[in-house]
């Protein structure tokens, strides 16, 4: 254990999924090290949402400077330098070229020629939650507790009760990670049939999947991260694709059905829910294939599955 006042650097950038699926590595770093001062290097969109967490005295945002940037690297380097331990949890090819930036200080993750490497060939066939834990355990932390989330919490919306919360979306870029959205509006139209207004999240760029969804709510573009949390813990259940929002409504504790193509591996990226619990996933090769009465009948499992 670093000794009490270090000074500790965590290093997480990633998208809102990867950051989620951190909360409980963050948790457990801050436990093993109560009394130190803790920095988190993120990117822009979760610099805010770290700064109300519990785990971090300070947070720095990362620019992600281009190599060829030599007064952005000279901010890097600066960000970087003077920790007497750092947690580097992206382990990302550019993350490990940090590792040289700022002095190779004692350093968890994968970097070549650091203190604590995580030496586990298979790392890459991991869950990122079992990656991580391993990585710290490697790093001397044997305590993980629970990531308390009382603290994340945003606005609340006039919303009829009960809900139920659908995320159509996913990266623009990985359409093949989209359930269509007539598959959406036909679950929505089965939800309602059974007492549950269905409400549809995403950016605002994904109006126009909310506007394919007649009779559900529409809160495309209207929310913050924790107001996701809000929604999440009152909604009595949630069905989406994998993207960023389902992790964080998973990671609150809401029965979830969670949509997988053959794009991405729930084995290795899935959310988890509170204590590192599943939730419910459906996967096929391609979700287009995907009949919405497999879906429908997915959602007793779920609710199931949360209140065991």
Same mark, same amino acid.
């Not at 309602?192 to 760029?205: C, H, I, Q």
């Given at each position: 254990?670093?000794?009490?006042?270090?000074? !500790?650097?965590? !290093?997480?950038?990633?998208?809102?999924?990867?950051?989620?699926?951190?909360?409980?590595?963050?948790?457990? !770093? *801050?436990?093993?090290?109560?009394?130190?001062? !803790?920095?988190?290097?993120?990117?822009?969109?979760?610099?805010?949402?770290?700064?109300?967490?519990?785990?971090?005295?300070?947070?720095?945002?990362?620019?992600?400077?281009?190599?060829?940037?030599?007064?952005?690297?000279?901010?890097?380097?600066?960000?970087?330098?003077?920790?007497?331990?750092?947690?580097?949890?992206?382990?990302?090819?550019?993350?490990?070229?940090?590792?040289?930036?700022?002095?190779?200080?004692?350093?968890?993750?994968?970097?070549?020629?650091?203190?604590?490497?995580?030496?586990?060939?298979?790392?890459?066939?991991?869950?990122?939650?079992? *990656?991580?834990?391993?990585?710290?355990?490697?790093?001397?932390?044997?305590?993980?507790?629970?990531?308390?989330?009382?603290?994340?919490?945003?606005?609340?919306?006039?919303?009829?009760?009960?809900?139920?919360?659908?995320?159509?979306?996913?990266?623009?870029?990985?359409?093949?990670?989209?359930?269509?959205?007539?598959?959406?509006?036909?679950?929505?139209?089965?939800?309602?049939?059974?007492?549950?207004?269905?409400?549809?999240?995403?950016?605002?760029?994904?109006?126009?999947?909310?506007?394919?969804?007649?009779?559900?709510?529409?809160?495309?573009?209207?929310?913050?991260?924790?107001?996701?949390?809000?929604?999440? *813990?009152?909604?009595?259940?949630?069905?989406?694709?994998?993207?960023?929002?389902?992790? +964080?409504?998973?990671?609150?504790?809401?029965?979830?059905?969670?949509?997988?193509?053959?794009?991405?591996?729930?084995?290795?990226?899935?959310?988890?829910?509170?204590?590192?619990?599943?939730?419910?996933?459906?996967?096929?090769?391609?979700?287009?294939? +995907?009949?919405?009465?497999?879906?429908?009948?997915?959602?007793?499992?779920?609710?199931?599955?949360?209140?065991?």
């Amino acid at each position: 254990m670093a000794k009490p006042g270090s000074r !500790i650097l965590v !290093i997480r950038l990633g998208a809102l999924g990867d950051f989620v699926l951190s909360f409980a590595a963050f948790a457990a !770093i *801050r436990a093993h090290h109560p009394e130190a001062r !803790i920095t988190l290097l993120t990117t822009a969109p979760f610099a805010d949402l770290a700064r109300r967490a519990p785990w971090f005295d300070r947070v720095e945002t990362d620019a992600r400077p281009d190599w060829w940037n030599l007064s952005g690297l000279v901010r890097l380097r600066r960000q970087l330098r003077g920790f007497d331990l750092v947690y580097d949890l992206q382990t990302s090819v550019r993350s490990c070229r940090y590792f040289r930036l700022a002095g190779r200080p004692p350093w968890s993750g994968i970097a070549r020629g650091c203190s604590l490497p995580h030496a586990n060939s298979r790392r890459d066939f991991m869950h990122t939650l079992e *990656r991580q834990r391993e990585q710290l355990a490697m790093a001397g932390i044997a305590g993980f507790p629970a990531p308390d989330l009382s603290w994340l919490a945003g606005r609340s919306f006039d919303l009829p009760t009960p809900y139920a919360l659908l995320v159509p979306g996913a990266a623009p870029h990985r359409p093949a990670k989209r359930w269509p959205a007539p598959r959406y509006a036909e679950l929505a139209r089965l939800l309602a049939e059974r007492g549950l207004a269905p409400v549809v999240l995403g950016t605002g760029a994904e109006g126009a999947l909310a506007a394919a969804i007649p009779g559900a709510i529409d809160l495309t573009g209207r929310t913050a991260i924790a107001d996701l949390a809000t929604l999440a *813990r009152g909604a009595s259940l949630a069905v989406g694709n994998d993207t960023g929002p389902m992790h +964080l409504i998973a990671a609150i504790g809401c029965p979830s059905v969670v949509l997988f193509s053959a794009d991405s591996d729930p084995a290795l990226t899935a959310p988890r829910g509170p204590g590192g619990g599943w939730p419910t996933v459906l996967r096929v090769p391609d979700l287009a294939d +995907l009949p919405v009465a497999r879906v429908a009948a997915a959602l007793p499992q779920a609710l199931d599955s949360a209140a065991s």
